[in-house]
């Protein structure tokens, strides 16, 4: 994984990121308030960024990309979502209340269509993990194995729907990020990862899958 902390040096930025937090994550949740949608953007460079979401997408990867943290790749589309995991039940995102969970299993980020019609493993080319708000939380760290998903899935079958993630003994090592105000992570998503229990507080994060081949989302299948 590569951190980088501060990431967002405009303050100005920061501030309109912070004043729009609902409408960052108000249409991304579906109709029942609870599971958050995945969206797919072809890029800026096809089509102009027609959301809030949109727009941070390409300040991240110009950005990303002019630091030299990643190379000039055939980048044919971004997959992205939020997550709000929560010792609350609902959190308030505007006029709506959606429901949270505290915790996230084990998982790869993969073409889940594909998957499920194939059962052919296609990864994006790396994701991107950012938390553009303050992060009031205990627990709910990242944590990344040293496992691929086509490799070793077996060894990480009987932890993958733990019930009180990050309290169980697992036998391979870790690597643990915190969520942080302005953190940027970018990871191999083929790795299996997962977020802890939240202990206290709530923690707002921001995910962006880039692949290199157009994929089909379909909302209704389980991530």
């Known amino acids: ?33 609870y599971a958050h949608d995945v969206n797919w953007w072809k890029g800026w ?14 300040y991240i990867v110009s950005d990303l990309y002019l630091k030299g943290l990643i190379d000039s790749l055939n980048i044919k589309g971004f997959e992205y979502w939020t997550h709000i995991h929560s010792t609350k039940e609902l959190v308030d995102i505007g006029k709506r209340a959606v429901s949270t969970t ?8 993969k073409d889940e ?18 938390w553009p708000f303050e992060q009031d939380v205990d627990g709910g760290y990242l ?14 079958l009987g932890y993958r729907h733990c019930t009180d993630c990050g309290k169980e003994k697992i036998p391979f090592d870790v690597e643990r990020i915190k969520p942080k105000y302005n953190r940027l992570v970018i990871q191999d998503p083929s790795y299996w990862h997962r ?3 939240v202990e206290n507080g709530t923690r707002w994060t921001f995910v962006i899958d880039v692949w290199d081949t157009e994929i089909v989302i379909n909302n209704k299948m389980e991530r």
């Open 1 to 33: 994984m590569i951190v980088v902390d501060d990431f967002i040096k405009d303050k100005k930025y920061l501030k309109e990121l912070t004043l729009k937090k609902d409408e960052f994550f108000k249409d991304l949740y579906d109709s029942d308030n």
């Open 45 to 58: 460079w096809v089509d102009k960024p027609k959301n809030i979401n949109q727009e941070l997408i390409k």
């Open 102 to 109: 505290r915790h996230l299993g084990w998982h790869t980020n």
């Open 113 to 130: 269509l594909l998957h499920y019609e194939t059962g052919e493993f296609k990864h994006p080319i790396f994701s991107i993990i950012f």
């Open 143 to 156: 944590e990344m194995s040293p496992i691929r998903q086509e490799e070793e899935e077996i060894q990480i």
């Open 195 to 197: 977020v802890t229990h």
